[in-house]
């Protein structure tokens, strides 16, 4: 593929608002994981990557009928590092029609969904929908238009919701967009917020862990879940450090809920993400894992990786900083690599303590200064839609 480079980046998650607070915590190895205090789901007993403060956003009064958890993180990460203003400055150069908006989400803004449908029960009345409830909170699309109305943008846009992969196989949809000359450039993310519907169904799953998620760890015991939202400003020209050169995709469809166990499809996305940038697996200097903490998600994962780069390169998780932002996930992933890549620093696990012996990758624990040219960013999602994103530094 073409490489595109990262103009532009902002992220929120449960380690703070914006790179300084972000890169402070990766940095210092600080957790944004806490003891579960989502007030619609207390009585779980979970750690969890909540956001502070989102609940006191306000969206500006034009775009109140947004208004929902999901779009306040997304404005919250709009105005991250001056992301915003870096799209103003673009569409003033090329023209609104010329910028994509691709984004993903598992869940969009259900959670006002949820809340008005339990009010409406206990209150034993039926519930009250605004108009346009659908169009612009809980729909699939709603957080693409919000986000369109918010910068003014009026090139294709759409949304991917692939579970856990959908914000990293935007990367791909904005490349195929600029390559075929729809676009000229895109603005690429995903945000998921802490739901009902997810929180309690991870837990039916019996995937959430009672501690703060440790991925590839002995004594794993599954999943925080974490929100976020994140952005980043892809362009054709050398205009950043770093560049995503190669983006795979594959589905498995082995399992609705389950990877295959021997991750054919995660090996095939990690095999076209290196055929898509022309490079060898002996190129790969560092691999930010899905790394769920799920005992097969972790296992799963443990092959694709020994199968595709057999030379063994460092490997991490970086969702017990986070959490495990689910739709979220692959922008979160993706953004936190490239940081690793500007700051020529590999993070490491956080929480593994002792790594279980049966997986042959070779996981770091600690993080520290390391010499990166190329990294993978792995997402993969239920029903086996995998994605890996193939990223780089420097110019060439």
């Not at 449960?14 to 789901?41: H, K, M, T, V, Y």
């Not at 002996?282 to 972790?298: E, F, K, Q, R, S």
Request: net charge negative.
């Amino acid at each position: 593929m073409i490489p595109l480079y990262l103009a532009a980046s902002s992220l929120v998650n449960g380690c703070g608002a914006g790179w300084r607070e972000i890169g402070d915590a990766l940095l210092q190895g600080r957790s944004g994981l806490r003891r579960n205090d989502f007030e619609p789901a207390q009585e779980l007993d979970t750690w969890i990557g909540r956001v502070e403060g989102v609940e006191d956003v306000s969206l500006p009064d034009r775009y109140a009928g947004f208004d929902c958890r999901a779009n306040r993180l997304i404005l919250m990460a709009l105005e991250q590092d001056g992301f915003a203003q870096a799209v103003h400055a673009l569409r003033a150069r090329v023209g609104a029609e010329r910028i994509g908006v691709f984004l993903g989400t598992s869940t969009s803004g259900i959670l006002d969904t949820e809340l008005q449908a339990r009010a409406a029960q206990r209150s034993g009345r039926a519930p009250h929908w605004p108009d346009d409830f659908y169009a612009q909170r809980h729909s699939m699309f709603a957080g693409v238009r919000f986000v369109r109305e918010y910068l003014a943008l009026r090139g294709p846009a759409f949304t991917v919701s692939t579970a856990c992969s959908s914000s990293a196989k935007v990367f791909g949809a904005a490349a195929r967009a600029i390559a075929t000359g729809l676009c000229d450039a895109a603005v690429v993310g995903g945000a998921d917020s802490l739901a009902l519907s997810t929180l309690h169904g991870f837990r039916a799953l019996e995937l959430l862990s009672r501690e703060p998620c440790r991925p590839c760890a002995v004594d794993r015991s599954g999943i925080s879940i974490g929100e976020a939202a994140g952005f980043a400003l892809l362009v054709r020209e050398p205009r950043g450090a770093v560049s995503v050169r190669g983006c795979g995709e594959s589905a498995d469809a082995w399992h609705m809920s389950s990877p295959h166990p021997d991750g054919a499809g995660a090996a095939a996305a990690m095999r076209a993400s290196l055929e898509g940038a022309a490079l060898t697996p002996d190129d790969i200097d560092y691999v930010n894992l899905h790394g769920t903490a799920t005992p097969a998600n972790d296992s799963a994962e443990d092959r694709a990786v020994t199968a595709t780069l057999p030379h063994r390169p460092a490997c991490s998780s970086t969702k017990g900083w986070t959490g495990h932002a689910l739709g979220a996930a692959g922008i979160t992933e993706a953004l936190i690599t490239a940081f690793a890549l500007e700051q020529q620093w590999r993070p490491g696990t956080l929480n593994c303590d002792a790594v279980d012996p049966t997986l042959a990758m070779r996981v770091e624990t600690r993080s520290q200064p390391a010499r990166l040219r190329h990294a993978m960013s792995n997402s993969f999602g239920f029903g086996g839609n995998n994605c890996c994103l193939l990223m780089s530094v420097g110019h060439e």
